[in-house]
């Protein structure tokens, strides 16, 4: 079950729409003897500062906040559809209150140093972060966007730097 293949991130036949949007991933920070994860469908995968980068929104309420804040890298898991439930669970439920490894199943794999991800998925980037910034609603320019604020819980933009790429 463990047998991931680094390969180059020009490699990724996955259109990233899909692959953030539809087929949501794992948002991973910590260390495997204290991580946390949560899923998520925003995001993004590109090039910024000469570097492949992948960005991330999270909330400063969500418990993988305080791990993000700790670690100097996440990883982002893709899993096939057979895992849908999994990931349905690990964004509606919360890590302070439940054990998600324990109730989704999922396997942790720590056998890099401070990275966390797990042997189910089927593509991992693991990046190192870079940059980080909080959402200003003074900045949106679309009135729309306040109504994903409504308990003004503005989300922290993470830009990593995709160090690795591991597929099956």
């Known amino acids: 079950m463990n047998k991931f293949k680094a390969i180059p991130v020009t ?13 949501w991933m794992l948002i991973t920070a910590g260390t495997p003897a204290a991580f946390n994860t949560m899923t998520a469908s925003w995001g993004g995968l590109g090039m910024l500062w000469d570097k492949q980068v992948a960005f991330i929104f999270v909330r400063p309420t969500r418990h993988t906040f305080g791990f993000l804040e700790k670690a100097p890298v996440f990883t982002l898991s893709f899993f096939t559809a057979d895992h849908r439930a999994k990931l349905e669970f690990c964004g509606t439920h919360s890590g302070r209150s439940v054990n998600k490894v324990a ?6 794999l720590g056998d890099r140093p401070g990275v966390v991800y797990f042997a189910e998925a089927r593509l991992v980037l693991v990046c190192r972060k870079i940059y980080f910034q909080d959402l200003d609603p003074a900045r949106f320019l679309d009135p729309a966007i306040a109504e994903f604020y409504g308990a003004r819980d503005y989300h922290r933009l993470y830009i990593g730097e995709v160090t690795e790429c591991l597929s099956r």
């Open 11 to 23: 490699a990724i036949a996955d259109n990233p729409f899909k692959l953030i949007g539809t087929d």
């Open 103 to 108: 109730k989704t199943g999922l396997t942790p």
